[in-house]
């Protein structure tokens, strides 16, 4: 079976830390998304990384394919930026699917 | 920028009922997706469709049936609710053939099964 798996499960910041979010993938992918879904709202796509370094605003993804993993950098955090953080891989099985992890649930407190 | 609306919002139904989730998007995609997200879970592929009256089986389509009859539109069928099933029912979409193609997702349907 396919599968994502995401570390840590959940994280507490205060304003102003960094984290590092990782996600390791049960097989070679030539895909990698992440996404961000505030409590309640919708699952919106942050950054597509299949490979190197990718960085949008305070976010920086590194991906290492002959590793299989990848990991989102929060630089800085905001209280806005709790919620949870998901990673996801293509399905090997052809077609365009993609495959999710469980997710990291980010809390940041003043 | 285009949206993609999913009704309704909430759905509660009873054991053994039929029930339909529609989803709609205008930003003209291709690719249409069901996912199922259940906490602790993640999200899991029911089904999803590369173009009209496509239908390709995800991980989780048994119990399920879809429809795209439209370009813009993907429902989504529970043929048979189970008994306190709850979970949320999430639709995407993304524009092409490529798998590089960023998703686009929907609020959801809350699903609870009385």
């Known amino acids: 079976e396919q599968q994502v798996q995401q570390s840590p499960a959940s994280l507490v910041l205060q304003e102003g830390e960094n984290a590092e979010l990782q996600c390791s993938f049960s097989?070679?992918?030539?895909?990698v998304q992440w996404f961000y879904q505030r409590p309640g709202g919708r699952l919106v796509s942050l950054l597509y990384n299949p490979s190197g370094t990718k960085q949008s605003g305070r976010l920086t993804s590194t991906t290492v394919i002959k590793e299989r993993r990848s990991s989102l950098h929060i630089s800085s955090s905001q209280i806005t930026d709790s919620g949870t953080y998901l990673c996801?891989?293509?399905?090997?099985?052809?077609?365009?699917?993609?495959?999710f992890g469980t997710g990291t649930t980010v809390s940041v407190s003043p | 920028g285009g949206i993609i609306t999913q009704t309704p919002k909430f759905l509660i139904g009873q054991e053994g009922q039929k029930l339909t989730l529609k989803c709609q998007q205008n930003f003209n995609h291709d690719t249409m997706y069901w996912y199922r997200q259940d906490s602790g879970k993640g999200l899991r592929l029911i089904y999803y469709s590369i173009t009209e009256n496509d239908l390709q089986k995800g991980d989780l389509s048994e119990g399920y049936d879809a429809s795209r009859e439209k370009k813009s539109s993907f429902s989504l069928t529970v043929t048979s609710a189970q008994k306190n099933e709850m979970a949320v029912f999430l639709c995407?979409?993304?524009?092409?053939?490529?798998?590089?193609?960023?998703?686009?997702f929907g609020h959801g349907t809350k699903l609870s099964v009385l």
């Open positions: 995407a979409s993304s524009m092409g053939g490529l798998p590089n193609e960023r998703l686009f």
């Open positions: 097989i070679f992918t030539n895909q």
């Open positions: 996801a891989m293509e399905s090997d099985q052809g077609g365009r699917a993609l495959i």
